[in-house]
């Protein structure tokens, strides 16, 4: 097995990893540490939760060494490193990792991200910083002020492209691409690659090295199973599993902000100690939240998907889908919250009727069924409803109207292309009538364990063989 010291790091950056308890490197980390550590421009596909942040950290810390040092002057500590990532809380989470890496470096770090008062960020840029972690909006906010200077940058790392090109940042980013000195090691991950983050690749990187790690394919320490449930009655299932399984630290996904509050309320009326993010909560509500759920002292978080995006747990035990995501990748994004860097986890998804064909499109980009379990007094056929309420005709179920939310730092100017449109509804499950009592268990299939390429050339178009020898 490969060690850390073997992949070239430099003694201070190991003492760091042996404080942190890093034994071995992750997957990703073999494969991009001793690249980058050459220079060389990186496209990653990688989901959240492979390690990619200390993937792409280390070696930038460790090129950066020349650098380090402890002179008072702010010209002895320019903006050599930039780390662009699409929300607040992946922010937050990578310059925490990025200080804990260089904690034995003299090299300094921030994370600037809207939403709070851009005056508090400005003494300490003033002071001088090596690393900057940014949300896009924020940072041209301080370009704009001239808090702070992009010309001395040597290392540019994109997080999440993917994200960020649906959140609308992509004028931005473009805006500040062209800040920055032309001679630099660029650094992209994204966990999926539609033609647009293909041509940001394009634009950005210099004859990258693709390196892809378990892309599109849910971690393999984590046990998926799928509830279907009426969806009236997913408040009481939710209730049921958490109380009777006695499970903790959950995180529960809604699709809406709406939902998401609503579900927070009631789960607290019902004894079980809950809160809620979304992109309506303040940043010092959402740190709060997530704080006290990190702690254990919250039970159960509920987070719409940009909300929980980047939410770094260790071991995070428990996700659940309350809701199923309209787009398949979320759910990919959603579950890689659990079963990080080998722990295990549990994803489990309360599936109504009407969510089937979403459940179709996640099982279609995961490349496998999931497990499917009735749970017994939970059949999908009725609502909880005495008999004699229940309307004559069934009463159509109300689509859960998804709601994009928008980086509250700065309005998007440019909205991402729609998704795919839902296939057919997924057959049988909700088709036969309710027999009060009765539990069915659809039979599991094992999680398939995801293709892995080592190096692969980046989205070069298969040569065909009739034009291999031209
Ligand atoms: P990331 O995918 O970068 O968000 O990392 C996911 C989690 O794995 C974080 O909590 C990291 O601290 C942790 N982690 C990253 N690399 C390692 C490693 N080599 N050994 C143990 N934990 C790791």
């Known amino acids: 097995m490969t060690t850390f010291a073997e992949l070239g790091l430099a003694p201070d950056i190991l003492r760091a990893l042996d404080d942190m308890g890093y034994a071995t490197p992750t997957p990703i980390q073999e494969q991009v540490i001793p690249l980058a550590l050459q220079g060389g421009d990186i496209l990653g596909a990688a989901q959240t939760g492979t390690g990619k942040t200390a993937a792409f950290a280390l070696p930038l810390l460790q090129r950066l060494l020349p650098f380090a040092n402890?002179?008072?002057?702010?010209?002895?500590?320019?903006?050599?490193?930039?780390?662009?990532?699409?929300?607040?809380?992946?922010?937050?989470?990578?310059?925490?990792?990025?200080?804990?890496?260089?904690?034995h470096i003299p090299l300094r770090s921030l994370v600037v991200y809207g939403g709070v008062n851009i005056n508090t960020q400005i003494p300490i840029l003033k002071t001088g910083i090596e690393i900057l972690v940014a949300t896009p909006g924020r940072l041209l906010d301080h370009v704009q002020n001239k808090t702070l200077m992009l010309n001395q940058v040597n290392t540019l790392v994109l997080d999440e492209a993917d994200r960020m090109l649906?959140?609308?940042?992509?004028?931005?980013?473009?805006?500040i691409v062209a800040l920055l000195p032309v001679q630099r090691v660029n650094m992209m991950f994204s966990a999926t690659f539609p033609e647009e983050i293909r041509k940001l690749a394009d634009s950005i990187l210099n004859n990258p090295t693709f390196i892809e790690v378990a892309r599109n394919a849910t971690a393999v320490t984590v046990t998926q199973v799928v509830h279907p449930v009426h969806h009236e009655r997913k408040r009481q299932l939710l209730t049921h599993l958490i109380k009777t399984r006695d499970l903790k630290q959950v995180l529960v996904f809604t699709g809406t902000k709406l939902g998401c509050n609503r579900l927070a309320n009631e789960l607290n009326k019902l004894g079980l100690h809950a809160d809620a993010i979304h992109g309506d909560k303040t940043q010092q509500e959402r740190i709060k939240a997530l704080d006290a759920f990190k702690a254990g002292t919250l039970r159960v978080l509920?987070?719409?998907?940009?909300?929980?995006?980047?939410?770094?747990?260790?071991?995070?035990?428990?996700?659940?889908?309350?809701?199923?995501?309209?787009?398949?990748?979320?759910?990919?994004?959603?579950?890689?919250r659990t079963g990080r860097?080998?722990?295990?986890?549990?994803?489990?998804?309360?599936?109504?009727?009407?969510?089937?064909?979403?459940?179709?499109?996640?099982?279609?980009?995961?490349?496998?069924?999931?497990?499917?379990?009735?749970?017994?007094?939970?059949?999908?056929?009725?609502?909880?409803?005495?008999?004699?309420?229940?309307?004559?005709?069934?009463?159509?179920?109300?689509?859960?109207?998804?709601?994009?939310?928008?980086?509250?730092?700065?309005?998007?100017?440019?909205?991402?292309?729609p998704r795919s449109k839902p296939a057919a509804s997924r057959d049988s499950l909700f088709d036969a009538p309710y027999v009060p009592g009765t539990a069915a268990t659809v039979a599991p299939v094992a999680n398939r364990q995801p293709p892995k390429k080592q190096v692969a050339a980046l989205f070069r178009s298969p040569v065909k063989p009739e034009s291999a020898g031209q």
């Open 302 to 336: 509920v987070a719409t998907d940009v909300a929980a995006r980047g939410i770094d747990i260790e071991a995070l035990p428990y996700v659940v889908n309350y809701d199923l995501p309209h787009n398949a990748e979320d759910y990919v994004h959603r579950i890689g």
């Open 166 to 175: 649906d959140m609308g940042f992509m004028p931005d980013l473009k805006r």
């Open 70 to 103: 402890n002179g008072t002057s702010p010209a002895k500590h320019p903006i050599r490193a930039l780390i662009l990532t699409p929300t607040r809380e992946l922010a937050i989470q990578v310059e925490e990792s990025v200080k804990a890496y260089c904690k």
């Open 341 to 417: 860097a080998g722990a295990m986890g549990e994803a489990i998804s309360l599936v109504s009727e009407s969510e089937t064909r979403y459940l179709r499109d996640i099982e279609k980009l995961i490349g496998s069924p999931l497990a499917t379990t009735i749970v017994p007094g939970f059949e999908p056929g009725a609502a909880d409803v005495p008999v004699y309420q229940q309307p004559r005709s069934p009463r159509p179920e109300r689509a859960v109207e998804p709601v994009v939310e928008r980086p509250v730092e700065r309005a998007p100017e440019q909205r991402s292309a």
